[in-house]
């Protein structure tokens, strides 16, 4: 993943997370307690429609089913 990444940790600092924007645009997220294990890796498309079906409480379709 890129070298600048955002944090997030929980209150209880169990759940933490890094996201980075990557070469290219998209944007990586993972474990911030196993950088060495695996990334979700999303176009900005898919992290906008992500994103949005944690704002309408719901899911996001990307692109046609």
Do not use: Q
Request: proline share 9%; hydrophobic share 35%; charged share 15%.
């Amino acid at each position: 993943m890129a070298p600048v990444p955002t944090s997030y940790t929980s209150s209880g600092k169990e759940a933490c997370v890094e996201v980075a924007w990557l070469p290219g645009g998209d944007i990586g997220v993972r474990d911030s307690k196993n950088p060495a294990g695996p990334a979700l890796t999303f176009t900005h498309t898919e992290r906008a429609a992500f994103t949005a079906g944690f704002r309408n409480g719901g899911s996001a379709t990307v692109g046609s089913p």
